[in-house]
């Protein structure tokens, strides 16, 4: 049987090698757009869905009632 310990130590090596690589790819300034580019996109279809289901608060009124004159 294999040590599963030895297993969870070797892929915290490679995900710590992996953050690591991928923090030396961008500057922090151009991680800042980064983020503000994966953000904005999400924020929007948070937006549409709020509004698209939830009806930006409106009320509707029920189809049978007569047009008050």
């Known amino acids: 049987m294999k040590n599963h310990g030895n297993l969870r130590h070797n892929q915290a090596v490679i995900y710590?090698?992996?953050l690591q690589n991928m923090l030396?790819?961008?500057s922090p300034l151009e991680w800042f757009f980064v983020i503000l580019l994966a953000v904005i996109p999400l924020a929007g279809a948070v937006?549409?869905?709020w509004v698209m289901f939830i009806g930006h608060g409106k009320t509707t009124e029920p189809e049978d009632t007569p047009p008050s004159t």
């Open 47 to 49: 937006f549409h869905f």
């Open 16 to 18: 710590s090698a992996f």
């Open 24 to 26: 030396e790819l961008f």
